[in-house]
């Protein structure tokens, strides 16, 4: 491909890119697949890494800052943004739609663009000539901090506005929240990796855009909706507020679905009725509504006073929040062993629903809360998120007994895990616990441990459900009756799965170390384990101070691992592995004789004579550690086709960088 040919498959790519995003994020109306999208953003990434001179800011590819900040720069808005007053019941709204018509007198009824008020963090987000300048967050309303890498991470907000006529420079003010259900998940995941979880969606919105590196941000799944413009240099004719959403819509930005015009207090009263109503199934968290006189003339002539317009004003939802009595907690034992607390409240109605439970999340929430069985407590619940604890209500006179966490799992009897600043308890009983049984085994059979083709999530749900296996051994003792007669197996698939659990037998150490679902013992720890100790029954019967001469193995990871192997019951469960056929080849390596010994090499992009984890998993045989992110610390990048900022950091940092090629004559090297 020539430099010109390059250049115009670039600049098609780019406009194709921005296209689909406007049309999934502003239209709702997806034009291709993701499968599709990313296919296209992989190559525009490889010719941009071809071709670096042609790479520019507002590439799709540009989202995410290659090194992070030290600090944030403050910002100063050339226009100030805002507080806005507040209306608490229908008498405020009439009372401000009559103030607002006795000051521009003769107008008998007010047209108001009536907007649902997310419960996220506002920020201004400002266009030179439609490219994206900075965004800063509102702080004071006079200063704010410069996020612009983070912002640049959030898909929903384009990098150029699409289209033309942009003014010279143009701020957009929008709301970034992060939705209910992925609010969820984050908090789901920090807890099973025994992290902090975030309180409610704007603080982990607002803790997001805080990331001083922006790579943590790009993880984190915040979007957008703008509500309006700020400072203005150049032409621009709008003369409604609905006119200046309108055309935030076509130059690519996202406008809540939920906005109407209404006219006067009663259209505003109406539509706040039919919000309220429609407030839990909008999936993510609205505190209110936002009324702004739409006739951008009139806002003029209305003006400000202290701080707030005199033509908007928000009207606040009562708080989804109720006074109750904590009753008894309970623990709850989750599928990776983590202990939850649960409250099991004096039954009250909040946000549409009866709530009688709700999470506590760990000890140290039910430490920050100070809450105790027996006390008057206040319930929150916002939409589908599970209602939870937020605090002692001002008004309990109840002391209460303390809340006690069990020292032993109430599922299987193991000991409870309490690390020190670990936030999560944890059942120690790995295998044998019943509460953990389902993702021990989906775990030993994935693709990495034992790899057991065939045997996935829900034919393993079935599998346990039935009580035809209740543990990884029995996996091993199972006939072809059985499995032929669960739902949605034949005779012939089912012989498929028996073939692939015999199949499974013959496998590598590493793989069936990872495969036992020690905690913290990954796939290069199971490694370094498989080749530190000269058979497995060494690794068995290792104390604490030998496990922690293997490399990358720490005290928290020694603990585990001890632990575990000096649990009888994971013992015989191990036993029993072995006893049904499981074996490995006699793999012992002098870790000084290896080749690639305490070298570190970092894969990214595409491979396409074998997947990444078959190339680490060479690697890590010669004796090399594979790390997911490049640093000074690295040695070697090996860089496929779609490669991005990993590549070019390398680049950045002189590491010697193969291509797939080089890699294979590396393997065969020292084969």
Same mark, same amino acid.
């Given at each position: 491909?020539?430099?010109?040919?390059?250049?115009?498959?670039?600049?098609?790519?780019?406009?194709?890119?921005?296209?689909? +995003? !406007?049309?999934?994020?502003?239209?709702?109306?997806?034009?291709?697949?993701?499968?599709?999208?990313?296919?296209?953003?992989?190559?525009?990434?490889?010719?941009?890494?071809?071709?670096?001179?042609?790479?520019?800011?507002?590439?799709?590819?540009?989202?995410?800052?290659?090194?992070?900040?030290?600090?944030?720069?403050?910002?100063?808005?050339?226009?100030?943004?805002?507080?806005?007053?507040?209306?608490?019941?229908?008498?405020?709204?009439?009372?401000?739609?009559? &103030?607002? &018509?006795?000051?521009?007198?003769?107008?008998?009824?007010?047209?108001?663009?009536?907007?649902?008020?997310?419960?996220?963090?506002?920020?201004?987000?400002?266009?030179?000539?439609?490219?994206?300048?900075?965004?800063?967050?509102?702080?004071?309303?006079?200063?704010?901090?410069?996020?612009?890498?983070?912002?640049?991470?959030?898909? @929903?907000?384009?990098?150029?506005?699409?289209?033309?006529?942009?003014?010279?420079?143009?701020?957009?003010?929008?709301?970034?929240?992060?939705?209910?259900? +992925?609010?969820?998940?984050?908090? #789901? %995941?920090?807890?099973?990796?025994?992290? #902090?979880?975030?309180?409610?969606?704007?603080?982990?919105?607002?803790?997001?855009?805080?990331?001083?590196?922006?790579?943590?941000?790009?993880?984190?799944?915040? *979007?957008?909706?703008?509500?309006?413009?700020?400072?203005?240099?150049?032409?621009?004719?709008?003369?409604?507020?609905?006119? =200046?959403?309108?055309?935030?819509?076509?130059?690519?930005?996202?406008?809540?679905?939920?906005?109407?015009? =209404?006219?006067?207090?009663?259209?505003?009263?109406?539509? !706040?009725? &039919?919000?309220?109503?429609?407030?839990?199934?909008?999936?993510?968290?609205?505190?209110?509504?936002?009324?702004?006189?739409?006739?951008?003339?009139?806002?003029?002539?209305?003006?400000?006073?202290?701080?707030?317009?005199?033509?908007?004003?928000?009207?606040?939802?009562?708080?989804?929040?109720?006074?109750?009595?904590?009753? /008894?907690?309970?623990?709850? =034992?989750?599928?990776?062993?983590?202990?939850?607390?649960?409250?099991?409240?004096?039954?009250?109605?909040?946000?549409?629903?009866?709530?009688? +439970?709700?999470?506590?999340?760990?000890?140290?929430?039910?430490?920050?809360?100070?809450?105790?069985?027996?006390?008057?407590?206040?319930?929150?619940?916002?939409?589908?998120?599970?209602?939870?604890?937020?605090?002692? @209500?001002?008004?309990?006179?109840?002391?209460?007994?303390?809340?006690?966490?069990?020292? +032993?799992?109430?599922?299987?009897?193991? %000991?409870?895990?309490?690390?020190?600043?670990?936030?999560?308890?944890?059942?120690?009983?790995?295998?044998?616990?019943?509460?953990?049984?389902?993702?021990?085994?989906?775990?030993?059979?994935?693709? #990495?441990?034992?790899?057991?083709?065939?045997?996935?999530?829900?034919?393993?749900?079935?599998?346990?459900?039935?009580?035809?296996?209740?543990?990884?051994?029995?996996? !091993?003792?199972?006939?072809?009756?059985?499995?032929?007669?669960?739902?949605?197996?034949?005779?012939?698939?089912?012989?498929?799965?028996?073939?692939?659990? *015999?199949?499974?037998?013959?496998?590598?150490?590493?793989?069936?170390? !990872? /495969?036992?679902?020690?905690?913290?013992?990954?796939?290069?720890?199971?490694?370094?384990?498989?080749?530190?100790?000269?058979?497995?029954?060494?690794?068995?019967?290792?104390?604490?101070?030998?496990?922690?001469?293997?490399?990358?193995?720490?005290?928290?990871?020694?603990?585990?691992?001890?632990?575990?192997?000096?649990?009888?019951?994971?013992?015989?469960?191990?036993?029993?592995?072995?006893?049904?056929?499981?074996?490995?080849?006699?793999?012992?390596?002098?870790?000084?004789?290896?080749?690639?010994?305490?070298?570190?090499?970092?894969?990214?992009?595409?491979?396409?004579?074998?997947?990444?984890?078959?190339?680490?998993? #060479?690697?890590?045989?010669?004796? @090399?550690?594979?790390?997911?992110?490049?640093? /000074?610390?690295?040695?070697?990048?090996?860089?496929?086709?779609?490669?991005?900022?990993?590549?070019?950091?390398?680049?950045?940092?002189?590491?010697?960088?193969?291509?797939?090629?080089?890699?294979?004559?590396?393997? %065969?090297?020292?084969?």
């Amino acid at each position: 491909m020539t430099p010109e040919d390059a250049s115009a498959r670039i600049e098609q790519l780019r406009a194709e890119l921005t296209e689909h +995003n !406007y049309r999934y994020y502003v239209l709702d109306d997806p034009g291709i697949t993701d499968v599709e999208y990313d296919r296209m953003l992989r190559e525009l990434q490889e010719l941009e890494t071809a071709y670096p001179h042609l790479l520019t800011p507002d590439s799709p590819t540009q989202r995410v800052g290659v090194l992070p900040l030290t600090e944030f720069e403050t910002v100063e808005h050339r226009l100030p943004m805002l507080s806005l007053d507040n209306a608490f019941d229908d008498s405020e709204i009439r009372d401000f739609d009559r &103030r607002v &018509r006795d000051r521009l007198t003769n107008i008998d009824q007010i047209e108001y663009v009536a907007e649902p008020k997310l419960d996220g963090v506002a920020v201004s987000i400002v266009y030179e000539n439609g490219l994206l300048s900075y965004a800063a967050t509102r702080g004071d309303g006079r200063q704010g901090e410069n996020i612009t890498a983070n912002v640049k991470t959030i898909d @929903a907000v384009p990098l150029r506005l699409r289209g033309s006529g942009h003014p010279e420079i143009f701020e957009v003010r929008g709301e970034i929240y992060i939705d209910q259900a +992925n609010f969820e998940r984050m908090n #789901k %995941e920090a807890r099973e990796k025994d992290e #902090k979880v975030f309180i409610n969606p704007r603080n982990a919105a607002a803790g997001s855009l805080r990331q001083l590196d922006s790579s943590a941000t790009a993880r984190r799944p915040l *979007n957008i909706y703008t509500y309006s413009h700020g400072f203005v240099e150049g032409d621009f004719a709008a003369k409604t507020h609905m006119e =200046v959403l309108e055309q935030l819509r076509e130059w690519g930005c996202r406008i809540n679905p939920e906005i109407a015009i =209404v006219k006067g207090a009663e259209g505003a009263l109406n539509y !706040y009725d &039919r919000l309220a109503k429609k407030r839990d199934q909008l999936g993510y968290d609205i505190d209110g509504i936002v009324y702004k006189v739409n006739d951008l003339g009139l806002q003029s002539r209305l003006g400000f006073v202290a701080r707030a317009p005199r033509w908007a004003i928000a009207r606040k939802f009562p708080a989804q929040e109720q006074a109750t009595v904590l009753e /008894a907690v309970d623990f709850q =034992v989750g599928r990776t062993g983590s202990i939850t607390p649960v409250a099991r409240l004096k039954p009250v109605f909040v946000g549409g629903v009866t709530v009688s +439970n709700a999470t506590l999340h760990n000890a140290d929430e039910i430490a920050r809360l100070g809450v105790s069985i027996g006390q008057k407590v206040i319930v929150r619940r916002a939409g589908d998120v599970i209602p939870q604890i937020v605090k002692v @209500a001002e008004d309990n006179t109840v002391a209460g007994e303390p809340v006690q966490f069990p020292e +032993n799992c109430p599922e299987c009897g193991s %000991e409870i895990e309490f690390l020190e600043g670990g936030a999560v308890a944890r059942c120690s009983g790995g295998l044998i616990c019943p509460a953990q049984r389902k993702e021990a085994i989906i775990h030993f059979a994935s693709r #990495k441990a034992m790899d057991i083709d065939g045997l996935g999530i829900k034919l393993v749900n079935q599998m346990v459900d039935s009580g035809l296996i209740h543990n990884v051994a029995d996996i !091993y003792q199972l006939k072809l009756e059985q499995v032929a007669g669960l739902e949605r197996m034949a005779t012939k698939s089912a012989q498929n799965l028996l073939d692939a659990i *015999n199949q499974s037998k013959h496998t590598r150490l590493p793989r069936f170390i !990872y /495969a036992l679902g020690i905690r913290e013992v990954g796939e290069t720890t199971a490694s370094n384990l498989a080749r530190y100790f000269p058979d497995f029954d060494s690794l068995k019967s290792a104390s604490t101070d030998e496990l922690l001469e293997v490399p990358d193995v720490g005290p928290i990871v020694a603990h585990f691992i001890a632990g575990f192997f000096a649990d009888d019951r994971n013992r015989e469960m191990v036993d029993r592995l072995i006893d049904a056929g499981i074996d490995w080849p006699h793999e012992v390596v002098n870790p000084d004789e290896q080749p690639l010994a305490g070298q570190t090499i970092v894969l990214t992009g595409t491979l396409s004579a074998m997947s990444r984890p078959e190339a680490k998993e #060479k690697l890590q045989l010669l004796g @090399a550690k594979v790390a997911g992110s490049v640093s /000074a610390k690295t040695d070697l990048v090996v860089a496929g086709p779609g490669a991005g900022s990993k590549l070019k950091k390398a680049s950045e940092l002189g590491i010697d960088v193969l291509d797939e090629d080089g890699l294979l004559e590396l393997l %065969e090297r020292y084969r």
